[in-house]
Every structure is written in C-alpha cells, then in structure tokens.
C-alpha cells in the first residue's frame, strides 16, 4: 500500500501563487508516476500533471505554462507549483500515485486539498 499526504491547499486572488506538496509512503516499489489531478463541482476528476519515475512531465492544457510539476524521487515528493491562478482553477486536487507491477496499473489517491481562487 501506498499512503499519499498532501498539504498546501487554501483561498488565493486570482493572479496569485499556490504550491502544493504531497509525500509518499509505506510501500514505493514500483511507482511509475506521480501527479496531481482536481475535481470542481459538479465536473469529472481531470488531470492536471504528472511526472514519471524518469522525469517526463505532462500537463492540462489549461494549465500549461502556469502550473509546474517537479518530484523528488529520494523524497518520493512531488510538488505542484501553480502560478497565475484563475477563479477556474478553484476545485479539489487530489495527489495520485500509479504503481505498475506485472502490467497491473494501481492508482493511489491523496484525501483531497481545496484551492479556492477568489477575489
């Protein structure tokens, strides 16, 4: 099993900063990829980045070149760094974590953390 913590979540004007942070631990065999996704009201869970146990990055296309994702792999961290933040962004994100064993894919999730972009 994989348990997934984030932290960094809260209310910011739009144009501001957020830096969203999630570890990893118990068992990390075999992580292929972590990454964050975000679920706003009454929408589907979508993909925000991600970032592969070799370094390849793949973002939304509404957050491309606001949003960075980076991981630590010594720290199993990864951290979303979200720039330019618009009242769009506001939505439940949630840390994921894709272990790949045999074929087998196995998605872990975080407990959520609410951003809220607002004037």
């Known amino acids: 099993q994989v348990q997934l913590v984030e932290s960094g979540g809260g209310l910011v004007q739009p144009g501001g900063s957020l830096r969203l942070s999630c570890a990893a631990s118990g068992s990390r065999f075999s992580i292929a990829a972590m990454g964050w996704y975000r679920q706003a009201p009454g929408k589907q869970r979508e993909l925000v980045a991600e970032?592969?146990?070799?370094?390849?990055?793949n973002y939304a296309d509404s957050v491309k070149g606001r949003f960075t994702i980076s991981r630590d792999n010594a720290k199993n961290t990864v951290i979303l760094q979200m720039n330019s933040l618009k009242p769009e962004d506001t939505a439940i994100y949630y840390c994921?974590?894709?272990?790949?064993?045999?074929?087998?894919?196995?998605?872990?999730w975080g407990q959520g953390t609410q951003v809220t972009v607002s004037s």
């Open positions: 994921n974590a894709v272990r790949m064993l045999i074929g087998v894919r196995t998605d872990y």
């Open positions: 970032v592969t146990s070799g370094g390849s990055t």
